[in-house]
């Protein structure tokens, strides 16, 4: 049994220095705001990001939002229409406790004051 298992360490540890380099190498990386913050990711990008772009981000929630931010971007592009589609919740805990309003919105709230 141990040395089924220190196969697979051996494996995931190949693998995981496979992804490292591989994403290393990338100039740009496309995923989903909370695919960003996976520890997987975590522990292989362990480089600050010049860019985080963000599209539709009016239709994300506030917190979805701030995940990818762990990333430390030096710039922060927002993509969206506050006036179109906003984001939408059926959870009335999440109401509640005013998780209805995007990033994108409180920013340009914040502005208006």
């Given at each position: 049994m141990e040395e089924l298992?220190?196969?697979?360490y051996d494996e995931e540890k190949i693998e995981y220095k496979?992804?490292?380099?591989?994403?290393?190498?990338?100039?740009?990386?496309?995923?989903?705001?909370?695919?960003?913050?996976?520890?997987?990711?975590?522990?292989?990008?362990?480089?600050?990001f010049?860019?985080?772009?963000?599209?539709?981000?009016?239709?994300?929630?506030e917190p979805m939002t701030l995940v990818p931010?762990?990333?430390?971007?030096?710039?922060?592009?927002?993509?969206g229409d506050h006036k179109q589609?906003?984001?939408?919740t059926r959870s009335d805990e999440c109401t509640e406790n005013k998780f209805t309003i995007s990033f994108f919105e409180r920013l340009i709230n914040a502005g208006k004051g």
């Amino acid at each position: 049994m141990e040395e089924l298992e220190l196969k697979k360490y051996d494996e995931e540890k190949i693998e995981y220095k496979r992804e490292q380099k591989y994403l290393s190498e990338k100039r740009v990386i496309f995923c989903t705001l909370i695919t960003s913050g996976i520890a997987k990711f975590k522990r292989i990008l362990q480089s600050n990001f010049s860019y985080l772009f963000i599209d539709e981000a009016t239709q994300q929630f506030e917190p979805m939002t701030l995940v990818p931010m762990i990333w430390n971007p030096r710039k922060l592009v927002l993509f969206g229409d506050h006036k179109q589609l906003d984001s939408y919740t059926r959870s009335d805990e999440c109401t509640e406790n005013k998780f209805t309003i995007s990033f994108f919105e409180r920013l340009i709230n914040a502005g208006k004051g």
